[in-house]
């Protein structure tokens, strides 16, 4: 039996299941399509415009672009090809290094292998588990080209001390910004405060098109090459003229139909969010052995997971996500490192990167998504209390 949310903003109810007394079960993560998703879609299909074109395209690239203060928005199929149109327009290619936190999703690392270049990870730092701004230099290399960033869990990046190191060593940024819609770093949104921006609009992420991405920039010269390049890299000027290799990387107009939607909303999802990261910062305030992504003063964390650190020496991390999945609670482990995952540890020889380690060892996400309830977050908080028996 699902209860059904009320929403301040909505007409419909949420697909998830949240409390009820009898069988309590809340997702990680849940979808909230309670705008005019419905109805966009809808006329997706009644139009027959279900394919990569049609208005909600354009309108999608041109309200996502504003929402980033980026001039240049280009929707495409998903955050990772996403990344790896930014790279192949950045020219990166065979024989590169390009540096990445290794705590990351795969996908940052795996998109530097897709142009045939060298993922270099580069450990983290403990308080917002962003890359470790100060172990930059130390990784640059003849063959570094360049710095991918990640917004992890929608907490900004330390932006002016990445881009310093970059101006001063000659090398591009990529803010991987798949998880950090609306997080903004010293006022201004991320996304557009480097050379290129990428999001994810998967199922989890705070803004979904159900499958889909998006590459940001300012540079009209970047924004030229990746709309080529998702597009079978077809001469505009010239009809079935293929000057060079492209790819099919486009988003369709449903997929877009939905974004749009979803971003019609985005100051309440934003909202709610950060509403139910204060309610668990309250609730698990003073818990021994807990701690979690701070946010640093010159931040606005987008809280696209509010995730937590469980000190090894007060509970096994794995032990406690089973005790919450027995309360109908379901959490997620923080990613594996990078340099640990097997395709990629190699790039790392004999380097430990520990802070990421310990990170990777003790966090887990708890429930974290718009539709969240006062009482749901409570729930959480006092079934983690139970667990941890405090
Ligand atoms: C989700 C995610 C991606 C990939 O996005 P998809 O849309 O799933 O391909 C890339 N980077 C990070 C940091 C992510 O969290």
């Given at each position: 039996?699902?209860?059904?949310?009320?929403?301040?903003?909505?007409?419909?109810?949420?697909?998830?299941?949240?409390?009820?007394?009898?069988?309590p079960?809340?997702?990680?993560?849940?979808?909230?399509l309670?705008?005019?998703?419905?109805?966009?879609?809808?006329?997706c299909?009644r139009?027959t415009?279900?394919?990569?074109?049609?208005?909600?395209?354009?309108?999608?690239?041109?309200?996502?672009?504003?929402f980033?203060g980026?001039r240049?928005?280009l929707?495409?199929?998903?955050?990772?090809?996403?990344?790896?149109?930014?790279l192949?327009?950045?020219?990166?290619?065979?024989?590169?290094e390009?540096?990445i936190?290794?705590?990351?999703?795969?996908?940052?690392?795996?998109?530097?292998?897709?142009?045939?270049?060298?993922?270099?990870?580069?450990?983290?730092?403990?308080?917002?588990?962003n890359?470790d701004?100060?172990?930059?230099?130390a990784?640059?290399?003849?063959?570094t080209?360049?710095?991918?960033?990640?917004?992890?869990y929608?907490?900004?990046?330390?932006m002016d001390?990445?881009?310093?190191?970059?101006?001063?060593?000659?090398?591009?940024?990529?803010e991987?910004?798949?998880?950090a819609?609306?997080?903004?770093?010293?006022?201004?949104?991320?996304?557009a405060?480097?050379?290129?921006?990428?999001?994810?609009?998967?199922?989890?992420?705070i803004?979904?098109?159900g499958?889909?991405?998006?590459?940001?920039?300012?540079?009209?010269?970047?924004?030229?090459?990746?709309r080529r390049?998702?597009?079978?890299?077809?001469?505009?000027?010239?009809?079935?003229?293929?000057?060079?290799i492209?790819?099919?990387?486009?988003?369709?107009?449903?997929?877009?139909?939905?974004?749009?939607?979803?971003?019609?909303?985005?100051?309440?999802?934003?909202r709610?969010?950060?509403?139910?990261?204060?309610?668990?910062?309250q609730?698990?305030?003073?818990?021994?052995?807990?701690?979690?992504?701070?946010?640093?003063?010159?931040?606005?964390h987008?809280?696209?997971?509010?995730?937590?650190?469980?000190d090894?020496?007060?509970?096994?991390?794995?032990?406690?996500?089973?005790?919450?999945?027995?309360?109908?609670?379901?959490?997620?482990?923080?990613?594996?490192?990078?340099?640990i995952?097997p395709?990629?540890?190699?790039?790392?020889?004999?380097?430990?990167?520990?802070?990421?380690e310990?990170?990777?060892r003790?966090?887990?996400?708890?429930?974290t998504?718009?539709?969240?309830?006062?009482?749901d977050?409570?729930?959480?908080a006092?079934?983690?209390?139970?667990?941890?028996?405090?």
């Amino acid at each position: 039996m699902a209860a059904v949310v009320e929403l301040d903003a909505g007409t419909h109810s949420l697909r998830a299941a949240v409390v009820t007394p009898s069988r309590p079960w809340i997702p990680v993560a849940a979808p909230v399509l309670a705008g005019n998703e419905e109805a966009y879609v809808l006329d997706c299909l009644r139009t027959t415009w279900i394919s990569s074109h049609g208005e909600y395209i354009g309108r999608f690239e041109e309200t996502f672009g504003r929402f980033c203060g980026a001039r240049h928005a280009l929707a495409c199929s998903n955050g990772t090809v996403a990344l790896h149109l930014a790279l192949l327009a950045l020219g990166v290619g065979p024989g590169d290094e390009v540096l990445i936190p290794t705590m990351t999703f795969v996908a940052t690392a795996n998109a530097v292998r897709y142009c045939g270049a060298r993922p270099v990870p580069v450990d983290i730092d403990p308080h917002t588990w962003n890359l470790d701004t100060g172990q930059l230099e130390a990784s640059i290399t003849r063959r570094t080209v360049g710095i991918i960033v990640v917004h992890l869990y929608g907490h900004p990046v330390d932006m002016d001390a990445v881009l310093a190191v970059a101006r001063r060593r000659r090398l591009f940024v990529v803010e991987d910004a798949a998880e950090a819609h609306g997080a903004q770093y010293r006022g201004r949104p991320v996304g557009a405060l480097a050379d290129v921006g990428t999001f994810s609009f998967y199922g989890n992420k705070i803004v979904t098109t159900g499958e889909g991405g998006m590459v940001v920039t300012n540079d009209g010269g970047l924004a030229e090459k990746v709309r080529r390049l998702k597009g079978q890299g077809m001469d505009p000027e010239r009809r079935y003229w293929f000057p060079t290799i492209g790819y099919n990387y486009r988003m369709t107009n449903v997929a877009a139909a939905i974004g749009l939607a979803q971003m019609e909303k985005v100051d309440w999802h934003l909202r709610r969010r950060r509403e139910v990261a204060t309610w668990y910062q309250q609730d698990l305030a003073g818990l021994p052995g807990i701690g979690w992504q701070v946010e640093q003063p010159w931040a606005r964390h987008a809280y696209w997971m509010f995730t937590i650190l469980v000190d090894d020496t007060i509970a096994d991390r794995d032990e406690l996500m089973a005790r919450l999945r027995d309360a109908g609670i379901e959490t997620r482990p923080v990613f594996y490192p990078v340099h640990i995952l097997p395709p990629h540890r190699k790039a790392t020889v004999g380097r430990a990167l520990p802070v990421a380690e310990r990170i990777a060892r003790c966090g887990l996400s708890l429930p974290t998504w718009a539709g969240l309830s006062r009482d749901d977050v409570r729930y959480v908080a006092e079934a983690l209390r139970g667990a941890l028996r405090v």
